[in-house]
């Protein structure tokens, strides 16, 4: 069956460092897609990246980054250099199967990031 | 370009009562997805509609349901409301690469 795990329930990282939230999946499904959102404490999801079970790179948007590691199937998001305002909730989501076929996903139970000055 | 828009984005109902929530997907975007979010039970799919059709269901009660317009504008709608319902809905619009979230909406049920 389809799951995401999110190990981290909370993490500190000092301004200005890196800092990566992990996040491993199951599924038999030879094609999937793996997303990263944002959740501040507004509500609001706001969408950080992409990664296709077919792509060959791992996927980067500005400072975050995704370290897609298809054998271990886990895909962590990495982001560099962060900011006061990257303090948020962050979840990892799956769509299992082919987008043409759903949308629909699958949502890891989040991190809770808080990035001190 | 205008992101997703929900509609209301705070309500207050009663036990037993129903609601009927919007969403308006991003232009050009032909699937919406329904999610509700609880402290205790995380992020939970609801059912998505794409061109009028519903082509998913998460595992919910028949209370809530759903449908699509021709302008691919959703509404859910929850039928005798339980305290369990209180939740924040959140609607999402997608491509094949990208799915977009709402506000949501902030339903209280007392």
């Known amino acids: 069956a389809q799951k995401i795990t999110q190990t981290q329930p909370g993490m500190f990282v000092q301004e200005k460092e890196a800092v990566t939230l992990d996040c491993t999946y199951d599924?038999?499904?030879?094609?999937?897609?793996l997303f990263w959102y944002k959740q501040p404490s507004s509500g609001e999801m706001i969408f950080l990246i992409y990664q296709g079970s077919y792509d060959q790179q791992n996927a980067t948007e500005g400072r975050y980054s995704l370290n897609f590691q298809k054998a271990r199937k886990s895909a962590n998001l990495v982001i560099s250099a962060s900011q006061l305002g990257d303090s948020a909730m962050y979840f990892c989501a799956m769509r299992e199967g082919t987008s043409g076929a759903t949308n629909k996903l699958i949502f890891g139970t989040g991190t809770l990031l808080a990035v001190q000055p | 370009k205008a992101g997703v828009t929900q509609t209301p984005r705070y309500l207050i109902k009663t036990r037993g009562q129903q609601v009927t929530l919007s969403c308006s997907p991003i232009?050009?975007?032909?699937?919406v997805s329904w999610y509700q979010q609880t402290p205790g039970q995380g992020l939970q799919f609801l059912f998505e509609y794409f061109s009028e059709t519903q082509r998913n269901k998460g595992n919910f009660p028949g209370r809530f349901s759903g449908r699509q317009f021709s302008n691919s504008r959703s509404e859910m709608n929850v039928s005798t409301l339980e305290l369990g319902d209180s939740a924040l809905y959140l609607c999402?619009?997608?491509?094949?690469?990208?799915?977009?979230f709402g506000p949501g909406t902030r339903l209280t049920v007392t």
């Open positions: 999402a619009s997608s491509t094949p690469y990208e799915q977009y």
């Open positions: 599924t038999s499904d030879p094609s999937y897609g």
């Open positions: 232009s050009g975007h032909r699937s």
